[in-house]
């Protein structure tokens, strides 16, 4: 479903994951000079993202950025791919550059579960085709205008070292997986540092904030969430 803001237009794509394990949002944003993507889902959802950008009339030339929210797999995936196929500048965190670069989602993550750092690599780690350097280092308070997006970054690290969110004008947030609706609106269950991810939550509760998109689950009120968490 497309949600007009203004001049510039949401189109929400939800792709699969590998494995079964549910479904990833990519936000395709339409302004007046072209097309912005946050996130890219993971590689192997490649043609459902083909696909869906094809039929918004995003095509290579008209997709100007690519914003990355974190250095996940299923963030990540596609967007060498796309930076090669549509011509678009990659901006991303400086603190999640590692990710990207090494194929390597625990680069700057602390040792959490060993088992986990042991298979993840084998599941999800990033083939030297799938890995790049970002064009464009964005941190808090960069302004994303040039790009015909009236929006502004919001660095909320806890997720991972250089997860931002994205704020636009009129109040939504693009938040990644700092906070989810997978069940209800809450606090990602996987956090690398929890009282950053905190820290985080206090920034957003000082800013004026109406919608959140999710990296995972459906969009929410974020008045909801605050019902949800407080309690």
Known sequence: MIVAIGKQEIEPIRLSLPYKLGTVNCYLIKTDTGYVLIDTGSSNSRAELEKELASTGCQPGNLKLIVITHGDFDHIGNAAFLRATFGAKIAMHYGDFGMAEHGDMFWNRKKGNPLLRMIAPLMFGFSQAYRFKPDLSIVDGTDLS????????????????????????????????????TAKPALNSIMDDLATAHASLAKLESLKIKTVYPGHGNPFPMELFKQSYLA
């Open 146 to 181: 040039e790009y015909g997006f009236n929006a502004h970054v919001v660095s909320i690290p806890g997720h991972s070292k250089g997860s931002i969110g994205i704020l636009i004008a009129n109040g939504d947030l693009f938040c990644g997986d700092l906070l989810d609706n």
